[in-house]
């Protein structure tokens, strides 16, 4: 048995790496419009300017990165099987102190919900970008809406990618090791992906 086995092509973690600092970048330049507490993010950027020109051209390459990544994984993303409506019952196991073993693939239901929920924001949050963009080229209203509507769907983004990055991190050590350098344990995969491992290595978990 490998000791290693590889869940991310060099091109899917750069791919996740570009959604990952445009993310970040957005959120950075971001706030300071929102709110003048946070206007001394803006010096990072050198100024109020720079900043706006630097949350638009993140904004695109956010938009176009988060939903090529999307639709690279989306079938292991957007179909859910009956081991994971188990997985949905239990609530994959958080909330019980018994060790739970579930028949999990590629993905738990919480990162395909996740994955879908970020394809979605992405999208909200580009079309009202571009009504922010170009306040007097729509009605007043749509504009209003689009403000509104666009710094609701990134708090809520963040709060996802704080969790997003909890799990990915120190709540289930091994994790990171897919992201940064392609491979990961066996023994992290039997733990968590036991079907994937199976798919995988045609070997009985
Ligand atoms: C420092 C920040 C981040 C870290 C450390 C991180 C880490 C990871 C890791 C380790 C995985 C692979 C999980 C696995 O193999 O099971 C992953 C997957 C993924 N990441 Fe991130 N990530 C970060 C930021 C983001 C951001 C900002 C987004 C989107 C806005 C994002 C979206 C995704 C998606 C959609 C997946 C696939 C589904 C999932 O595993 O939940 N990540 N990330």
Redesign the pocket.
């Known amino acids: 048995m490998s000791k290693y086995i590889e869940?991310?092509s060099t091109s899917e973690r750069v791919l996740?790496w570009i959604?990952?600092v445009s993310?970040?970048t957005l959120l950075l330049t971001g706030l300071g419009l929102y709110s003048t507490l946070f206007h001394g993010y803006f010096t990072l950027f050198g100024g109020g300017q720079n900043a706006i020109l630097i949350h638009k051209i993140s904004g695109i390459l956010?938009f176009l990165s988060?939903l090529y990544?999307?639709f690279n994984?989306k079938n292991d993303?957007s179909t859910f099987d009956q081991d994971d409506k188990e997985w949905v019952k239990a609530k994959g196991g958080y909330l019980s102190r018994d060790a739970s073993h579930f028949n999990i693939g590629?993905?738990n239901p919480?990162?395909?919900l996740?994955?879908i929920f970020?394809?979605a924001?992405?999208l909200v949050l580009g079309m009202t970008g571009i009504f922010i963009w170009s306040p007097t080229a729509f009605p007043r209203w749509i504009v209003q809406l689009s403000l509104m509507t666009h710094g609701l769907i990134f708090v809520c983004?963040i709060m996802f990618?704080v969790v997003?990055?909890y799990?990915?991190?120190i709540g289930n050590p091994g994790?990171?090791?897919?992201?940064?350098y392609g491979d990961?344990r066996s023994l992290w995969a039997k733990r968590?992906?036991p079907k994937w491992y199976k798919e995988v290595t045609e070997e009985k978990p």
């Open positions: 869940r991310f996740h959604v990952t993310f970040f956010f988060s990544m999307y994984h993303v590629k993905y919480g990162q395909k996740f994955a970020i394809a924001a992405t983004s990618v997003h990055v799990l990915a991190t994790t990171i090791e897919a992201m940064l990961v968590h992906h």
